[in-house]
Every structure is written in C-alpha cells, then in structure tokens.
C-alpha cells in the first residue's frame, strides 16, 4: 500500500513538472513567434538615400522573420523631426527606431562629439576605417546607457559651406553670417574661420538665406540640393569641413523584447542595409553635383586644406583632449 501511494505521488509530480515545462516552452513559443510592429522615424523625404537605407533593412527584417516582424518607415519628418524623435525613441514612445545624425547623439553619448571635429577624417576611406573598426562599433555600443541601441552607421558625405555671396576661398568667408546646427564644436569652428555662426532649425534655412537673415550655410551636397536652397545660395566651397554619419537606432526597451533569434536576425538587417545606403548615396550625391552645377552654381574645390586646419587648430587643441586615443587611432587608419 505504501509502496503503491508512493508510486502515485511520484507520478503526479513528474506530471505536474511537464506540465509547468510544456506551458513555459509554449509561452516561449508564442513569444517568439508574435507579430510585432516596429515604428521607424526618417526626417529626410521618401526618395532620400538614407530612407533607401531604412526601407532595405525593414526589407530584410520582414524576409528573414518570415513576416513576423514589421517595420514600418515614416519619411519626410512625419513624426516629427530629428531631436523629437530621438527623445521619443529614448523614453520609449511612440516611435520605437529612427535614423538620425550623430550630432544629435552628442547629448547622449559625448562621444559622438569627436565628428563634429574639422578635417578629422581625409576623406570617406579613412572615415569608414574607423566606423567599421571596433572602436568605431562601441560608439554605438555606448547609447546603450542612454536606453538606445546602436545598430549601423549610414553614409552622410563630408559637410561643406554654401553662400549667397561670394565664396572662393577662406577670406571670404569673414564676417559672414553662417546657419549651424546647434553643436559647440561647430559654432566654434566657424568663427575660428572668421565667420559668424547662427543656430537655427534646418527647415528654416532656405527662407533665411532668400531673406538675407543668413548669407550661408554648410551641408553635404544631397541635402544642398535637395532642400533647394542652391537655388538662393550660388557659391558652393568644397572644402570638407566635417564629416558626420548617420545612425540607425532602437529603443532599448524594445530591443531587450526581443529573443537572441530575433536580435540577431535585425542586427544583422541593419549591417545589411549600410550598402544599399551606401550605393544610393554615391547615385543621388552624383546627381545633386550634377543639378547644382547645371544651376550655374559656382562650385570651388578645395585641394590643399592645410589653411583652413590651421584656422581652426585652436578648436581642436581646446576639444581634441577628450577624443585623443580615438583622433590617435583614426591617424593611423589609411
């Protein structure tokens, strides 16, 4: 009888344990398996290179998930624009990922400050070096302490000045009034370079410069043309001032949602996504040169930048120490 009773307890506990394990596994099942919505902010229009970038990654998320996950991108600022979203993206709003510029990330990561340093990079070979380099991949690592998560770095060409006056070499850019983005690097870069810089909201640029309340301003060449403010600003000086990528990110939160399956499967998306960005970039930037120069813009290249370097050395001797190991490696980068 004991032996009997025993039999049956042990049987009934052994069927209690499956039980318990059979329900955890079909809750992880189901975890894993639910269809999830993923909501993608883009400030830049719906034919931009870096909306190219976005819709190829939720491309590759929604093929390799089998559909499970979507990622849905809303261009043209629909959101809102670059700082709002990234701070809804932060604390975990309405939109769950967004494409921005690393200047932005300045707030969150000071890290990120080391691109708004002038003629840091010689060229795109040497950028993409670095942002490729385990030292350039932790930058993104790091926003994880702002409750983001850094998943790729997108092309955004070198930044250089555009003027509705003259501008041919660096003595013309002296006294001129100069719209930037609201990063103390650059502020001071400017006027080392004997100009006066104004902070002012991107979409307010080209009413600006019509008016008169700015004479220039600085941008690579598919964001010149494509905000049309060639059309107001003839004199282009490509001089290559900065150098400052793009960056695809999520809300931590929501990332750690996610199984290591699932990580992996839109990590690996994003990496993904960098060359078709990066292919997009190269066509529209060669069509942006091509629109302005048909424009009868008058576009200056700069072959020797070593004038310019040492206008702005103190801005980097002042700023550089925080960055010294990073701007040390980037030196030694071909």
């Known amino acids: ?122 060229d795109s070979s040497q950028e993409w070096a670095f942002l490729n380099s385990d030292k350039g991949q932790q930058l993104l690592k790091d926003l994880q302490t702002s409750n983001m998560m850094g998943l790729a770095y997108y092309e955004s060409g070198a930044r250089s000045f555009y003027s509705s006056k003259p501008l041919t070499k660096l003595a013309d850019l002296k006294g001129q009034k100069i719209r930037v983005q609201q990063s103390a690097i650059t502020l001071e870069m400017v006027t080392a370079l004997g100009a006066n810089p104004i902070v002012m909201p991107y979409g307010d640029v080209f009413g600006a410069l019509q008016t008169g309340t700015i004479d220039a301003a600085e941008n690579n060449a598919p964001s010149f043309e494509s905000a ?61 040169n091509a629109k302005i120069k048909a424009a009868g813009v008058t576009i200056t290249s700069v072959d020797n930048v070593a004038e310019w370097q040492e206008a702005v050395k103190p801005v980097i001797e002042k700023n550089g120490a925080q960055f010294k190991d990073l701007i040390d490696y980037i030196h030694t980068l071909k």
């Open 228 to 288: 049309n403010h060639y059309t107001v600003a003839k004199n282009y000086i490509l001089d290559g001032h900065q150098r400052v990528p793009e960056v695809l990110l999520m809300n931590l939160a929501m990332w750690n949602k996610f199984s290591p399956a699932d990580q992996k499967i839109i990590q690996d998306a994003a990496t993904a996504s960098v060359a078709t960005e990066k292919e997009s970039w190269a066509k529209y930037e060669e069509k942006s």
């Open 1 to 122: 009888m004991k032996r009997s009773l025993s039999v049956l307890i042990l049987s009934l506990l052994c069927a209690v344990l499956l039980t318990g394990c059979s329900s955890g596994a079909s809750k992880e099942k189901a975890r894993e398996g639910a269809k999830v919505t993923i909501r993608l902010a883009e400030a830049h229009p719906a034919d931009y290179p870096t909306t190219d970038g976005d819709r190829k990654f939720a491309e590759l998320v929604k093929q390799a998930s089998n559909g499970r996950i979507n990622v849905e991108v809303y261009p043209g600022g629909t959101l809102g624009d670059e700082n709002s979203v990234v701070s809804q993206v932060q604390s975990g709003g309405t939109v769950d990922m967004t494409r921005v510029s690393s200047a932005t990330l300045t707030s969150f990561n000071p890290q990120m400050g080391l691109f708004a340093l002038p003629y840091l990079f010689r």
